[in-house]
């Protein structure tokens, strides 16, 4: 019984949390949207894989800064302040955490949903 309810409790806390932090999306733009944007002035495709992972395949004329360097290299994203910053990794995962910390600091980023694996598909 006494271990039920702190399961009870647990998943409480589990669901509270899923709820919170689950519900906290950030902005998409779609593989096919990002080809057709690729060579258009008003946007600035940022890849924040690793380095490795850029160097073997990357969107043409794109930068990298891993996700894990954004923070401390964000300095060096200024002048694309006036761009729309579509932020791409392989997957969508580490794009999606890295366009919330680039909108957190005043840049409009979108989430390549899908990233590279569907890049290369499409």
């Known amino acids: 019984m006494y271990l039920s309810k ?4 647990l998943m409480k806390k589990i669901l509270l949390f899923l709820i919170i932090y ?20 008003k946007y600035f495709f940022l890849d924040v894989r690793t380095l490795k992972e850029h160097e073997e395949k ?22 694309q302040k006036g761009k729309k910053i579509v932020v791409y990794c392989r997957s969508g995962n580490r794009s999606s955490v890295a366009t919330k910390i680039l909108n957190e600091n005043g840049f409009d980023a979108f989430n390549l949903v899908g990233g590279m694996n569907d890049w290369e598909e499409y």
């Open 22 to 41: 689950g519900c906290e999306s950030v902005p998409e733009i779609s593989v096919s949207n990002g080809k057709t944007i690729l060579n258009d002035e």
């Open 58 to 79: 990357a969107i043409p004329n794109t930068i990298c800064i891993p996700v894990q360097e954004l923070s401390g290299r964000i300095s060096e994203l200024e002048n």
């Open 6 to 9: 702190m399961m009870k409790k």
